[in-house]
């Protein structure tokens, strides 16, 4: 068994922030790991912000992840994933998708979407994946497969045989599109960074 591991996803409501998480928790439970789960669900309406906790390990006793203790955070729009960069350690990972997504304020002509988060985020993470995940969604078959293109790239380099993922997927996904989401999260698995623009 590992050390405990902690890993934070964050999006908007709609973008399928908490299937992500539910099918990466159940994954590791097959697998043996401890795991517990903190979720915040915002608002269910476009923009409304919502993320997961998920810690694992051998034993686990809080779901709570604080300030500068994230080891990944997989943030499946920009701006989130800027907002959310406190949490991670020094040496953590940010895997963060490309998407924008306007919030209230910027939605109403109160705020325009700040357009350096790539650069902020170059200068601040040293561990940076940004994909563009919709386009590998897209790729797969549906554009809402994007979720799990993003735990696909997450999944690498996480001891759980493959063979569980994708038994995991087929059960929690509706199964007409059970094909799509596999292929989804095999696009993430094979993606590698050097593809970006």
């Given amino acids: ?10 999006g908007v ?38 993320h997961s906790m998920i810690r694992y390990g051998k034993k686990i006793y809080s779901p709570m992840i604080m300030k500068g203790e ?7 729009e920009l701006l989130e994933g800027m907002r959310w960069v406190p ?9 963060v998708n490309s998407q924008e997504i306007d919030p209230l304020p910027v939605a109403i002509g109160k705020l325009e979407y700040p357009q350096t988060i790539p650069e902020n985020l170059r200068k601040v993470v040293g ?12 790729q797969a078959g549906n554009i809402r497969a994007t979720n799990i ?3 696909g790239i997450l999944a690498k380099g996480i001891p759980i045989a493959r063979e569980i993922w994708n038994s ?4 929690r ?13 095999e696009l993430g698995l094979l993606y590698e960074p050097s593809q970006a623009r």
């Avoid at 998480?21 to 043996?32: N, R, V």
Wanted: net charge positive; no cysteine.
């Fill in 173 to 185: 996904v509706p199964p007409k599109t059970v094909e799509v989401n596999l292929k989804a999260f």
């Fill in 127 to 138: 561990d940076l994946i940004i994909v563009d995940a919709v386009a590998l969604a897209k």
């Fill in 13 to 50: 409501g709609g973008q399928g922030v908490l299937l992500a998480s539910e099918i990466f928790s159940k994954a590791l439970t097959i697998e043996g790991y401890d795991v517990k789960v903190s979720e915040i669900h915002g608002m269910a309406q476009r923009g409304g912000s919502v």
């Fill in 149 to 151: 293109v993003l735990l």
């Fill in 168 to 171: 995991v997927i087929r059960k």
């Fill in 70 to 76: 994230a080891d990944d955070i997989l943030a499946f």
């Fill in 87 to 95: 949490f991670l350690t020094e040496k953590g990972r940010l895997i």
């Fill in 1 to 10: 068994m590992m050390k405990i591991r902690n890993v934070i996803m964050v």
